[in-house]
């Protein structure tokens, strides 16, 4: 399949398994990159991921909007995800859901406080205490952002119900959220990515 050749009017209807196959093909030609790179846990790698080359593009966000919608519980309350690069995901999900007549809120937590105002650290609508929030992150390495974002939601008194992400490093990050007790699910494992980039 060529999925340079798929119009984005097509990726709406698309099905699970067309949409899967051109966000890897996104991924793999503007996201994956080799060579010597510092990460944000500060560990060295032979390879960095910026996903935000995919998400940020309009295919790419209606290919992973509608691919993470369908894995949402049915009583997800709201999507929500740390700053930056969760950002254009929990908008992307949260567009599909409401095309999809079934709304559901996105949330944006900051990594600090807001400087003035409510000095807040989460941005979206308020949401009744427990509510079931599903959190979003394009990378996941150590698990340790997307665990900050856990935070923030508990304790804004929120119930965390699941971390979907668009690309597992399998670093630790799985093993991390498994011992808190959250359920983890990525669309792609770094050795998906690598096979398809040879």
């Given at each position: 399949m060529n999925t340079d050749q798929i119009s984005i009017s097509s990726l709406a209807t698309a099905n699970t398994d067309t949409l899967r196959q051109v966000l890897l093909d996104l991924i793999v030609k503007y996201a994956y990159v080799e060579g010597d790179f510092v990460l944000s846990s500060g560990a060295?790698?032979?390879?960095?991921?910026?996903?935000?080359?995919?998400?940020?593009?309009?295919?790419?966000?209606?290919?992973?909007?509608?691919?993470?919608?369908?894995?949402?519980?049915?009583?997800?309350?709201?999507?929500?995800?740390?700053?930056?690069?969760?950002?254009?995901?929990?908008c992307a999900v949260s567009v599909v859901s409401a095309w999809s007549n079934k709304p559901i809120p996105a949330l944006i937590i900051r990594k600090k406080p807001k400087g003035h105002g409510t000095q807040a650290y989460i941005e979206g609508p308020s949401l009744t205490p427990g509510a079931k929030i599903v959190v979003l992150e394009d990378v996941v390495t150590t698990g340790g952002s997307a665990l900050t974002a856990v935070e923030r939601?508990?304790?804004?008194?929120?119930?965390?119900?699941?971390?979907?992400?668009?690309?597992?490093?399998?670093?630790?990050?799985?093993?991390?959220?498994?011992?808190?007790?959250?359920?983890?699910?990525?669309?792609?494992s770094i050795k998906e990515i690598q096979q398809h980039s040879t």
């Open positions: 060295k790698s032979d390879y960095y991921i910026n996903c935000k080359q995919v998400t940020l593009r309009a295919e790419g966000a209606l290919a992973l909007g509608r691919l993470l919608f369908q894995l949402l519980p049915e009583d997800t309350a709201a999507v929500a995800g740390l700053t930056l690069g969760a950002d254009p995901m929990v939601l508990q304790d804004a008194e929120y119930q965390v119900i699941q971390i979907l992400s668009l690309v597992d490093r399998e670093q630790g990050g799985s093993e991390l959220y498994q011992s808190k007790g959250i359920d983890f699910q990525a669309l792609f």
